[in-house]
């Protein structure tokens, strides 16, 4: 079963126990709402909260990636650590609406900053052959964390939010530990010509094309955050539903991504990426046909599986597209059009949802789907040519 992880470097299995590290410091966001009511923030402050969190999101990954190829992966994952955990801190404290809004957009951003880095940093360590097996474990290991701080999380909540905050700092911390101690970084082409900014990736049509497939993809990935909760509500059922629908998930990948990582390793990568999509989006307009915690459970099920087979897959192909001079904004561009459609799933999709009706949220997920599928196997043998062209040179 990690038949596909076996043999891969130090520093990509470093990378895998620091992202479980980081990951089950990840406790406050999810309880952001509740803190800031706590705080006697509500309504239109807490939007203006929220909203520069998101808003963070858009704007750490480009930093990351320019930061990654100008100054290396190694200090670009210290600053982004380091700031963060500041940032946590200053959330705690903040007197009021304006300092809490700066401070979480100081915190989405610095920390979105670290995974161009660390996604740069393991495609300089891993073949292009081995790329999709080193991304494929670096999720599992978010997915470990993530899994472990859902329980941790209400548990420190009711003992008090302190806790969260406490728990995020020194995981954050404990992280940039292991960066800046166990973490080797090779040495790193330098291309000026290409100059420090985006310029390398925009000139690229081809990547372009396959990160606006991928980000459709993403979007309606991305609607499982907001579609079950929303549709789990209208059915009269209670939130701890959508918390056991939140656990089929988080058990079903972390039991089963090695499994399916190392049966799907000897396939095409683009046709299972293509599959997964078309998995993935048809769980999430299945949510629209459940009435009872049976026919969710189905549909997270379906979700899910798609979910485990598309893993590692973008980020490597993503990957073997970049020069290596130009990885850090590669990855950063992917990792901000994953921002961009998460933003988007949670604006749109609320939008669409309320404003126009479930049925169209469902149907929009469907086709956007299957199109963005058709779109990637379309786009394959065009990229087959240039990996195949790159590799040979």
């Given at each position: 079963m ?9 520093t990509v ?5 620091g ?6 410091g990840?406790?406050?966001?999810p309880?952001?709402?509740?803190f ?6 509500t309504?239109?402050?807490?939007s203006?909260?929220?909203g520069?969190?998101?808003a963070?999101n ?6 990351g ?9 190694r ?12 940032a946590?801190g200053?959330?705690?404290v903040?007197?009021g ?7 979480a957009?100081?915190?989405?951003a ?9 996604y ?5 360590t ?8 080193a ?20 548990f420190l ?15 954050m ?23 420090a900014?985006?310029?390398?990736v ?23 955050e ?14 701890a ?5 939140a ?10 991504q090695?499994l399916?990582?190392?049966r ?5 990568q ?12 048809a ?12 026919g ?11 979910e485990?087979v ?15 001079h130009a990885?850090?904004r ?12 998460r ?7 609320v ?9 169209a949220?469902w ?31």
């Amino acid at each position: 079963m990690f038949s596909t992880f076996r043999g891969l470097p130090p520093t990509v299995w470093t990378v895998f126990a620091g992202s479980i590290v980081n990951r089950i410091g990840y406790l406050v966001t999810p309880f952001l709402v509740f803190f800031l009511a706590d705080r006697g923030v509500t309504g239109a402050g807490a939007s203006y909260v929220l909203g520069a969190l998101g808003a963070g999101n858009l704007l750490g990954p480009a930093l990351g990636g320019v930061l990654a190829d100008r100054f290396g992966r190694r200090p670009t994952m210290l600053l982004g650590l380091t700031a963060a955990s500041t940032a946590q801190g200053a959330l705690f404290v903040a007197p009021g609406v304006v300092t809490m809004a700066a401070a979480a957009l100081l915190l989405s951003a610095a920390g979105a900053v670290v995974a161009p880095a660390a996604y740069a940093l393991m495609a300089d360590t891993v073949d292009a052959g081995r790329r999709r097996g080193a991304y494929a474990l670096f999720g599992w290991g978010v997915n470990i964390g993530t899994a472990v701080a859902g329980v941790l999380g209400g548990f420190l909540a009711e003992r008090g939010y302190w806790l969260l905050f406490a728990v995020d700092i020194g995981s954050m911390l404990v992280y940039a530990a292991i960066v800046a101690t166990r973490l080797a970084e090779p040495p790193r082409t330098v291309k000026a010509a290409d100059g420090a900014g985006y310029g390398v990736v925009l000139r690229d049509r081809l990547a372009l094309l396959l990160l606006a497939v991928l980000g459709a993809q993403l979007f309606v990935y991305s609607l499982t955050e907001v579609a079950l909760p929303l549709a789990v509500r209208d059915s009269g059922l209670s939130p701890a539903v959508y918390g056991a629908m939140a656990a089929v998930n988080a058990v079903l990948v972390v039991a089963l991504q090695p499994l399916a990582t190392a049966r799907l390793a000897g396939l095409p990568q683009l046709p299972v990426q293509a599959a997964g999509g078309v998995l993935v989006a048809a769980g999430v307009a299945l949510t629209g046909l459940a009435d009872g915690v049976v026919g969710y459970a189905l549909s997270v099920v379906v979700w899910s599986v798609g979910e485990l087979v598309v893993a590692g897959i973008a980020a490597a192909v993503v990957a073997n597209l970049a020069p290596a001079h130009a990885r850090g904004r590669y990855q950063g561009a992917y990792s901000w059009v994953w921002g961009t459609a998460r933003f988007a799933a949670l604006t749109l999709g609320v939008a669409v949802y309320t404003g126009l009706s479930p049925a169209a949220l469902w149907w929009t997920a469907l086709t956007v789907g299957l199109a963005a599928s058709a779109s990637l196997l379309s786009l394959t043998p065009r990229i087959t040519t240039r990996l195949t062209h790159d590799l040979a040179a």
